[in-house]
C-alpha cells in the first residue's frame, strides 16, 4: 500500500491479496490517512483478491471516517472485489465508485 498527497483527496493504492496477511497493513494505511485528511480515496484497481480481514479493514476504516468526520470513497474495484461487498451488502454502507 502507498499514498500520495495533494489538493484531491488523498489516495492509499492497494494492490495484490488482501487478506489475514495483508489486512493490518491496510488498516494501519488508511488509519494513518485518516487522521490528517478529511476526504480519502482506497484505490482497489489492483486488488486481486480480498477476504474477510480484508472487509474488517474497510468497515473499521469506515467507522473511523465517520468518527472523524471525514470522507471514505472506494475507488477502481475489481468485479470479484465489488462482488464480496455486494455479497456482504457492504456496497450499501461503503462509498464505492468505479
Not at 490517512?33 to 472487509?55: I, P, Q
Not at 468526520?69 to 455486494?86: C, E, I, M
Amino acid at each position: 500500500m502507498n499514498g500520495q498527497s495533494s489538493n484531491q483527496p488523498f489516495i492509499v493504492r492497494a494492490h495484490g491479496e488482501i487478506d489475514l496477511d495483508a489486512a493490518p497493513s491496510l488498516h494501519r494505511a488508511l488509519t494513518t490517512a485518516l487522521e490528517s485528511h478529511r476526504e480519502m480515496v482506497l484505490d482497489l484497481s489492483e486488488v486481486t483478491f480480498m477476504d474477510c480481514a480484508g472487509l474488517g479493514a474497510l468497515v473499521r476504516a469506515r467507522a473511523q471516517a465517520d468518527r472523524c468526520g471525514a470522507r471514505l470513497v472506494l475507488r477502481g474495484a475489481g468485479r470479484r472485489v465489488v462482488r464480496l461487498l455486494k455479497l456482504t451488502g457492504l456496497h450499501r454502507r461503503l462509498a464505492v465508485e468505479p
